[in-house]
């Protein structure tokens, strides 16, 4: 694993690492910073399993999905379930709606 600081955040809230498979990792503190929460609530996310952490890193799409579900709650009043079942169902009817473009798009799918 290759260990990135940027000079610009003190290195506890710098921390990334990139993983074997070249995904880049942050740590809980990061991701509580650029997402304006705490370490405590990213920590609480991943008990509830409301994000999946890599180990005890967190993929930038975890992020994404932290300020996400911040927004959700602040800008709608949702409470955590509720803003973690908009998100899921929003990701399912993408996929399903890439897999219809693709099915359409299949030249043996025509009539």
Known sequence: ???HSSNS?????SRMVVSLEGE???TFE???SITDTSITVVQVYVELGVIEPNGSMLHSREI??????QRLRQDLGLN???AAIVLDMAQELAQL???LKAYQS???NQL
């Open 97 to 99: 709606r890439a897999r």
């Open 9 to 13: 955040l003190p290195s506890s809230l």
């Open 80 to 82: 955590l379930v509720g």
């Open 24 to 26: 880049q990792l942050y």
């Open 1 to 3: 694993m290759t260990d």
């Open 30 to 32: 990061y991701a509580a």
């Open 64 to 69: 994404a999905r932290i300020a996400q579900i």
């Open 106 to 108: 299949h030249p043996s």
